[in-house]
């Protein structure tokens, strides 16, 4: 059993007067004595807020309640409290109650797009699948606050397999992606249940686990989950680093764990004002990723969920950002910056102009120093019209690996087979003038 840093000690000691290390490494004693109230968090940090503070802190919570694992919060530096990441992730603040007008419960209609119990089908080949309504740690930006505590409950068998089948009826669904909630908050034995189930479908190719708990509870990710999770392969793990200060000691062997059990990691953080919307400290938090086997996935803008203002950065810092990350690092160590469409549009990726301009013999392009260069293209390039009709056409593709047969969205107006010209918002003024007509 590895020592605890003196921090950890000291928190430690506070909640448990016995305290053995093996506890502290227990997750469940970590769960069982998470900090839910802020007197609590008071006693334990030897903190007092004014009576106004606590008035604001009282009916922040009352709106969206706090929980923070003793391990996150023996990461929170005290003696700068109000700037420190770990505290602003997890710690209420009265600019939750703040709301805008532009702001939704849920932004990204993911209930809107819910064909089953803890479904949302929102690309053609892969679903979202909420098997957990809890969390270890509630994340004051999480993007389903809506949710958080409201009923902090796991699905039963019956609701869950629900949704498994719903995912046996679309064989188009190749990729399903479980979060919730954590994940990692159900026990091994029922991950394993659901997991075994999902595998059991033979269109399932892949399945994938969003999950915090590297982060705020590493000491989830026991030998014994590890040992479960590897029988499910192919099976890929995406967490949610934010700052550098959170990769630690414990988190390293987390992550080392999943990683030596084959799971391709993955990670997505959110841009948030106050935490990590600086280039530099994403830069250490991406080097400090891919040093521990994490691949960058995701920078997300952060969401248009109530009470979330004071986390909202315009978006051209996550550009700045990206601007200096691209040809200044590696290149697998970059995210991809979304912003995830309000309305349930889906993410999009946003990034800085390397196109400078065009012919149809040159692109004219510009590099991360900002040298313009220009690339000749071939005039030997013969088009061939593409009719979709894989069995005439020269390159191989076996046509049962070919099962898309139609083209959707932009992809319409560059098929060459597709009539298509134009796609009109439905609310075009002009265009309803025409069919009334
Ligand atoms: C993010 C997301 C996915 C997965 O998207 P990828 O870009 O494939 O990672 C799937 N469904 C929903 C609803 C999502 O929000």
């Not at 609310?427 to 009334?436: D, L, M, P, V, Y």
Request: charge should be negative; hydrophobic fraction near 35%.
């Amino acid at each position: 059993m590895k020592t605890l840093t003196d921090r950890q000690q000291e928190v430690f000691g506070r909640i448990d007067k016995d305290a053995r290390p093996s506890r502290w490494q227990d997750w469940k004693w970590q769960i069982r004595h998470s900090i839910r109230d802020i007197e609590t968090f008071e006693k334990l940090f030897c903190i007092q807020f004014s009576d106004e503070e606590r008035q604001e802190l009282d009916k922040t919570v009352g709106r969206f309640p706090v929980s923070i694992t003793p391990y996150y919060a023996s990461l929170i530096d005290t003696d700068e409290i109000e700037n420190d990441p770990i505290f602003k992730q997890s710690f209420p603040n009265r600019w939750e109650l703040e709301m805008n007008p532009c702001e939704l419960a849920d932004p990204l209609a993911e209930d809107k797009d819910s064909p089953a119990p803890g479904i949302t089908h929102r690309y053609p080949d892969r679903v979202l699948f909420l098997v957990s309504n809890t969390c270890s740690m509630y994340c004051r930006h999480c993007t389903r606050k809506r949710r958080v505590g409201d009923r902090d409950f796991i699905p039963d068998r019956e609701t869950i397999l629900e949704g498994i089948e719903y995912i046996q009826n679309h064989p188009e669904v190749r990729d399903v992606l479980l979060s919730g909630g954590d994940p990692l908050m159900l026990s091994d034995e029922y991950l394993d249940w659901i997991l075994t189930e999902l595998r059991a479908i033979e269109h399932v190719e892949i399945v994938r686990i969003g999950t915090r708990m590297p982060v705020v509870l590493p000491y989830r990710i026991t030998d014994g989950l590890t040992e479960m999770l590897k029988k499910h392969h192919p099976l890929w793990i995406n967490t949610h680093f934010n700052h550098p200060r959170e990769i630690t000691a414990s988190s390293r062997e987390a992550l080392r764990k999943l990683a030596d059990a084959g799971i391709p990691l993955g990670n997505q953080s959110v841009l948030l004002a106050g935490v990590n919307d600086c280039p530099r400290i994403i830069k250490a938090l991406v080097h400090k990723l891919v040093e521990n086997r994490v691949r960058p996935y995701y920078l997300y803008q952060c969401d248009l969920s109530e009470g979330l203002v004071h986390f909202r950065t315009p978006v051209g810092k996550g550009i700045e950002i990206i601007e200096s990350l691209i040809g200044h690092t590696t290149g697998f160590a970059v995210p991809t910056y979304v912003i995830d469409a309000p309305g349930g549009g889906g993410k999009i990726p946003v990034q800085p102009n390397y196109i400078i301009s065009w012919s149809t013999n040159k692109v004219v392009l510009r590099n991360y120093e900002g040298v313009i260069t220009s690339y000749q293209q071939p005039d030997s390039y013969k088009p061939y019209f593409c009719d979709r009709n894989c069995r005439d056409c020269h390159l191989q593709l076996k046509l049962g690996d070919a099962d898309e047969w139609k083209a959707v969205g932009i992809q319409k107006l560059l098929d060459d087979s597709d009539q298509s010209i134009s796609l009109i918002p439905k609310s075009n003024e002009r265009h309803n003038r025409r069919e009334a007509e």
